[in-house]
């Protein structure tokens, strides 16, 4: 497994949560049908020489780079507790990564929100508050109330903390 994440001594990985692979399957099979439509289009594309085939380049690197780049963010996206911090890791592109981290012992509350559809389902977003404010920290993700719950023990368990 690859290191995606240094502790610091004493610092202990609680949870390390990714957006379920449900919730990225259109993208994927968006990714799939750009990269495949070209393929059925080839003879009518070839038909008209250089442009045609310039056409079908295109299509078919694009789609690709499509299908890339979201697999690439959903490997990459994780909501990560520490017995110390919680970090919320987001790849917005090929290149550009958003790191939040905000230390447990700087929270004030943790809220787990699940509206609409995801609700049914198990899915939220969980949402801190912090001396700075509140904000919600995390995509969408599964058994938030779970995490809610680990956070809370976490932070009930710190003696410098004081109870939610």
Request: hydrophobic content about 50%; charged content about 20%; glycine content about 8%.
């Amino acid at each position: 497994m690859k290191t995606f994440l240094l502790l610091t001594p004493g610092e202990t990985l609680e949870l390390d949560v990714r957006a379920p692979l449900l919730l990225w399957i259109p993208r994927f099979v968006i990714g799939g049908a750009w990269t495949l439509a070209p393929l059925f289009f080839i003879a009518l594309l070839l038909r008209e020489g250089t442009v045609g085939v310039f056409l079908f380049v295109v299509l078919l690197v694009s789609g690709l780079m499509f299908l890339f780049s979201s697999w690439r963010r959903f490997s990459r996206t994780r909501f990560v507790v520490t017995s110390l911090r919680v970090v919320w890791m987001h790849q917005r592109g090929v290149f550009s990564k958003d790191v939040e981290e905000m230390p447990l012992a700087r929270l004030k509350s943790v809220q787990a929100r699940q509206r609409g559809l995801s609700a049914l389902f198990g899915y939220g977003k969980i949402r801190v508050e912090t001396e700075g404010g509140a904000r919600t920290v995390s995509g969408m993700l599964p058994r938030v109330r779970a995490i809610q719950e680990k956070i809370l023990f976490l932070l009930a368990e710190r003696p410098s903390v004081s109870r939610l």
